[in-house]
């Protein structure tokens, strides 16, 4: 019987990608418009999430009208809780922008084709929000309803970082799980590729 060999079109996938991706390296590095603008927008949110977590009290200064018989004191407890939790918000946009500036040196990281860039600081934002929002009782409902949105975006984005990614692929040899060496004698299936993985870590 003749062996037939298949092709691992996966690798020549990769291969198509890393040679894509040069063009766009040279651009960036000729123009950094995008990364100050990137810079000075998380910079300026920043400050605004910042003053809103820390001085809330700055909001309650700004929208006075001037009149003594109007004033107020302080804050109410609703306009506490929104300021904190739209600062924490804030705060992940602002991570995020910093995070997904573009390089002009290639960076190697994992291969993360279904990635989000918001994934990670807005999972780690709705967290901390859900936490806060959990200690909170002199909003009545609010805070509940906050806790529980929060924390299910939160945890599900938590959850999809840690086990996201196919379960057809192996993640020791990159073999197509769905690939077989029954019958046509397959030299790129994955149990044959996994069996040759472990004579070599022998």
Same mark, same amino acid.
């Given at each position: 019987?003749?062996?037939?060999?298949?092709?691992?079109?996966?690798?020549?996938?990769?291969?198509?990608?890393?040679?894509?991706?040069?063009?766009?390296?040279?651009?960036?590095?000729e123009?950094?418009t995008?990364?100050?603008?990137?810079? $000075?927008? +998380?910079?300026? =949110? /920043?400050?605004?999430? #910042?003053?809103? &977590? @820390?001085?809330?009290?700055?909001?309650?200064?700004?929208?006075?009208?001037?009149?003594?018989?109007h004033?107020?004191?302080?804050?109410?407890?609703?306009?506490?809780?929104?300021?904190?939790?739209?600062?924490?918000?804030?705060?992940?946009?602002?991570?995020?922008?910093?995070?997904?500036?573009?390089?002009?040196?290639?960076?190697?990281?994992?291969?993360e084709?279904?990635?989000?860039?918001?994934?990670?600081?807005?999972?780690?934002?709705?967290?901390?929000?859900?936490?806060?929002?959990?200690?909170?009782?002199? $909003?009545? +409902?609010?805070? =509940? /309803?906050?806790?529980? #949105?929060?924390? &299910? @975006?939160?945890?599900?984005?938590?959850?999809?970082?840690?086990?996201?990614?196919?379960?057809?692929?192996?993640?020791?040899?990159?073999?197509?799980?769905?690939?077989?060496?029954?019958?046509?004698?397959?030299?790129?299936?994955?149990?044959?590729?996994?069996?040759?993985?472990?004579?070599?870590?022998?």
């Amino acid at each position: 019987m003749s062996s037939i060999e298949m092709q691992d079109l996966s690798r020549r996938h990769d291969e198509k990608k890393s040679v894509d991706v040069s063009p766009c390296i040279k651009s960036v590095s000729e123009d950094s418009t995008i990364n100050l603008w990137a810079v $000075v927008a +998380s910079t300026l =949110t /920043l400050i605004l999430s #910042l003053c809103l &977590t @820390i001085f809330p009290r700055l909001l309650r200064f700004l929208s006075e009208t001037g009149t003594e018989e109007h004033a107020r004191v302080a804050l109410s407890p609703l306009e506490s809780f929104l300021a904190l939790h739209f600062g924490v918000l804030l705060a992940a946009i602002a991570a995020a922008l910093v995070l997904n500036m573009p390089s002009s040196n290639p960076i190697t990281t994992r291969n993360e084709g279904n990635s989000h860039p918001l994934l990670m600081p807005l999972s780690f934002a709705c967290s901390l929000s859900a936490f806060l929002a959990y200690n909170t009782n002199n $909003v009545g +409902s609010l805070s =509940t /309803l906050v806790c529980i #949105l929060s924390a &299910t @975006i939160g945890g599900w984005g938590i959850w999809t970082m840690l086990f996201a990614g196919s379960s057809l692929v192996s993640r020791k040899t990159g073999a197509d799980k769905r690939t077989s060496a029954f019958l046509f004698g397959n030299k790129n299936a994955a149990s044959v590729q996994k069996k040759s993985w472990k004579k070599e870590q022998r």
